[in-house]
């Protein structure tokens, strides 16, 4: 099944002596991909830059076209685009499948927006005077993107900016650019013409991100990853006020109020804080519980997690899979043992993950407290530290304290305590009674140190166009 799968890359986008893919649940090599260094890549850069705008200038009903054919074949190749992400990522199966289908709907849906980028006419405010805008692709665009969604992270950043008549180049994480590489050689058999977007694994990371922030034809740059690479990236970039669009880290609350339903907070739970083995930016990250309901939730969550089956996604499909890469499973390892030594108690924890690979096993923490580091860290995996409170103003307080502000989570009956909580949140997302708020439908994007612009809705494609006004004068 790997050779069915990596047939749905070229052969120009595979290099034996290149970036080498590892299988993180066996830790076993699936197959190495060309690389870029700096030189190659500006070469990249500069035909993008020429593509751009005999792409900008077709009707907006051919681009519209043309990204409906690219979708089209993403959803024919779902099951072989699932399986590599698996072999690549770990994600079992059925969650890869389900992000394919994600990944394919924004660009669904940028393939409509395509066609509604309008501008407006203004009522003018003098005599003989016009005022209209126009909405302009920004130009060259460049994208990094991460490898907890290594489809439809890049979707969703490439599908507004071919709809918008942009170019666009992508820096794949090096731990996943099978899934990238499929997307592009996709793109390309749609009609997406070859220089309009460009899927680059890098030699060195940081010189491509280097480049892409100091190359003057680079007019935009959409990041989702860490805060601190964020910050970078913005640094970098204001020595040509590049536009920016950075999805960065979180670290989302979900607040449990005595009225919740308790089995919807559970199922919310288990969704937001299981999803992807814990490794999403919108994960539930610490759990703030009132006292009434405490006892019972962690109760009913703990034997939630501890019937997870964990293994290989392929064999176990519909479970959870490795962590990203062995790094990754220390890391998470290392915060739970600093909490349970700092007095949290774990309890729901899966018996026997396997030996062998990048495993760790889903955990409640109960008993955590808001000095502990694992209430403050993003933890990017399967484990879900619970603190109590006691009252709403409480739970407001430790939810708002933190530098982040990307998603949070809350479960109530009372309809007064919902608007009140949803407008107090300092949060981008918001789901109530909820735990899954993410489509292409909607505006995906934080406040604070988790960044700016948004990704999905109408708002999507906005990001990556110019507004530009003109004045008609000498009109009578
Ligand atoms: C992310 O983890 O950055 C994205 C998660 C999502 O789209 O739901």
Redesign the pocket.
């Known amino acids: 099944m790997t050779e069915l799968s990596l047939q749905l890359l070229r052969p120009d986008q595979l290099d034996p002596n290149g970036l080498a893919v590892t299988n993180p649940a066996n830790g076993s090599h699936v197959a190495a991909v060309r690389r870029y260094d700096n030189d190659a890549l500006k070469t990249i850069v500069d035909a993008a830059e020429a593509a751009r705008h005999g792409w900008a200038a077709r009707p907006a009903k051919e681009r519209s076209d043309i990204l409906r054919a690219w979708y089209d074949l993403i959803v024919a190749r779902t099951e072989e685009l699932a399986r590599l992400m698996t072999l690549e990522n770990g994600k079992p199966l059925d969650e890869a499948r389900g992000e394919v289908k994600?990944g394919a709907a924004f660009i669904e849906w940028f393939a409509e927006e395509a066609r509604r980028a309008y501008g407006e006419v203004i009522p003018t405010h003098a005599k003989g005077k016009r005022i209209v805008t126009l909405r302009q692709p920004v130009g060259t665009c460049a994208a990094i993107t991460?490898w907890?969604?290594p489809l439809?992270?890049i979707t969703?950043k490439a599908g507004p900016a071919l709809a918008a008549g942009c170019s666009i180049i992508v820096k794949p994480a090096e731990l996943t650019p099978l899934s990238a590489l499929a997307l592009e050689a996709l793109a390309h058999e749609a009609g997406v013409p070859r220089d309009l977007f460009r899927v680059v694994p890098a030699v060195k990371s940081s010189d491509a991100g280097d480049l892409f922030c100091t190359h003057p034809a680079i007019r935009k740059i959409s990041f989702?990853g860490s805060t601190q690479v964020g910050k970078i990236i913005m640094a970098k970039a204001a020595g040509q006020v590049k536009r920016l669009s950075l999805?960065l880290g979180g670290n989302a609350p979900f607040i449990v109020f005595d009225d919740a339903d308790i089995d919807r907070a559970v199922d919310g739970a288990m969704a937001s804080r299981y999803r992807?083995a814990g490794?999403?930016?919108?994960?539930a990250n610490r759990f703030l519980v009132q006292d009434g309901i405490h006892d019972a939730f962690v109760e009913k969550l703990a034997a939630r997690v501890a019937a997870i089956k964990v293994g290989d996604g392929i064999d176990n499909p519909s479970g959870m899979g490795p962590l990203v890469s062995d790094k990754d499973a220390n890391r998470v390892a290392k915060l739970v043992q600093q909490a349970e030594a700092q007095g949290a108690r774990s309890v729901g924890k899966v018996p026997g993950v396997p030996e062998a690979g990048a495993y760790h096993a889903p955990v409640v923490l109960a008993d955590v407290t808001t000095d502990m580091e694992i209430a403050h860290e993003e933890i990017f995996g399967p484990v879900a530290p619970v603190i109590r409170f006691t009252d709403e103003a409480e739970a407001m307080r430790i939810a708002n304290d933190t530098p982040y502000g990307l998603a949070a989570y809350f479960y109530t009956a009372d309809a007064a305590r919902q608007w009140r909580v949803m407008e107090g949140l300092e949060y981008g997302m918001v789901g109530v009674n909820d735990g899954l708020?993410?489509t292409e439908v909607a505006p995906?994007g934080g406040v604070k140190e988790s960044g700016f612009g948004r990704e999905g809705s109408s708002h999507g494609l906005a990001d990556y166009m110019n507004i530009k006004y003109c004045l008609l004068g000498g009109l009578g």
């Open positions: 994600y991460p907890n969604f439809a992270m969703r989702t999805e992807n490794q999403t930016c919108v994960c708020i993410s995906f």
